[in-house]
């Protein structure tokens, strides 16, 4: 398990922090007070986990509130395509989309229809976008030349519909310049 002891590895001091956070899921009471104990015992308290992928944790769009999140106002919050400039992203044009669809109907019969298509909001660079729904023929579009490769994506979608493979060319953000 790792217990930080002493003369415990770098191994050991790196669950012993991520225990931290861990704990602190359990609320902050709890978990501050499971971690205290922890620390006085020397670290011989199991680490607490939680084994929940985050895309099985995505509630469903009925069972939630909807948000409105105001527009931004261009002092202490920007909008998508100005941040995305800002990262200084850049792909190959001639290459593959490295973001595809394992079954492009679930994005609609699924993500759509009961999550309201969360990659649209969980994408921190818009590259996932509902286009058609004014029509009523909605379709997921993928703008992957804005992908900042966070793999945000392959992580939080609830169906695991999303492939994101890492692209050839070194492309992708520079993040030297900000």
């Known amino acids: 398990m790792g217990h930080l002891r002493a003369g415990g590895s770098v191994g050991a001091l790196e669950e012993a922090r991520r225990g931290v956070g861990r704990g602190a899921r359990r609320g902050a009471w709890l978990g501050g007070t ?6 006085i ?6 680490t607490l986990r939680d084994d929940t992928p985050d895309h099985a944790q995505l509630k469903k769009a009925a069972e939630c509130e909807k948000i409105s999140y105001p527009k931004p106002d261009g002092k202490l919050s920007f909008d998508k395509p100005s941040s995305v ?3 200084n992203t ?7 989309c ?3 669809l394992k079954d492009p109907s679930v994005a609609i019969d699924v993500n759509y229809k009961e999550y309201a298509s969360p990659e649209q909001r969980y994408c921190p660079a818009g590259v996932y976008e509902i286009v058609g729904e004014d029509e009523g023929n909605p379709k997921l579009q993928i703008n992957s030349q804005n992908c900042i490769h966070c793999k945000t994506c392959d992580i939080k979608d609830p169906t695991q519909n999303i492939v994101w493979i890492a692209p050839e060319g070194g492309g992708g953000p520079s993040y030297s310049k900000m």
């Open 98 to 100: 490295h973001l595809t």
């Open 85 to 87: 400039f800002l990262s």
């Open 90 to 96: 850049y792909h190959e044009e001639d290459i593959y």
């Open 41 to 46: 015992l020397g670290g011989i308290l199991p």
């Open 34 to 39: 499971y971690n205290y104990i922890d620390q």
